[in-house]
């Protein structure tokens, strides 16, 4: 175990003991670690297209890009819009070892789920996998840990266990926000190594989604391994003008 694994483990162990229940931004106490006043500086995804969750300026059924090229995927569900204090939070919490951050936006992506997803279904929850090198840098797997925290938000409410599936990657890439548009869309589902049979039904998590390039080559890649149905979660979507490189 490196340092960063350790002091995440450390500060997670020391944040329970705490209860730290206080606003990460202003400090307010009595309202979780994202208070009513801070919530308003996140940018809700109000409108958007119906299967990949793009932000468009009014709400569409399917946009273009999903029309000429049909997602793998059935829909996303993301309820922030990757700007202001949401690019803020998910960046101190991704590149500057902040993982705690991801906390108050995985409790509202909990409640998304809630809202939006047929619990019904016997899902099997999947992240997508960190490479090697972020592993490294971070000392954590993001993914995984926004995966344990809807767990402890939704275990009690959903229908069925809460199943975990993992895939991996099947070899070691340049970091996402390293790569040019163009180099991201070439990513295939042979990226990716899924075990057979895959569940029926997937759930995919990912922290943020760019061009949609890493989730749809997971997406297929899990369907060509059986998958019926998978529906992607993620906390925030880039918006259409800024879904370049971050
Ligand atoms: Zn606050
Ligand atoms: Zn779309």
Redesign the pocket.
Known sequence: MNNRNLSTLIFNKVYKRLNIEQ?Y????KGEGN??S??RTFLTPNTHHCGQCARPTLVSIDICGQCQSHPPAFKSVIAPLVYSGLTRALITQAKFNNKGHLFRPLAKLLAHALLEQLDLSKPWHWCVVPTGRSSLLERGYCQTRFIRKLLKSHLKHTLEHPFHTFDISRSQERPTQHTLKKKERQRLSAKAFTVAKPAPDYVILIDDLITTGSTIEACAKALKQAGSKEVIVVALARTPSQTSEPL
């Open positions: 606003c931004i202003c400090g307010f994202l208070c006043q801070c």
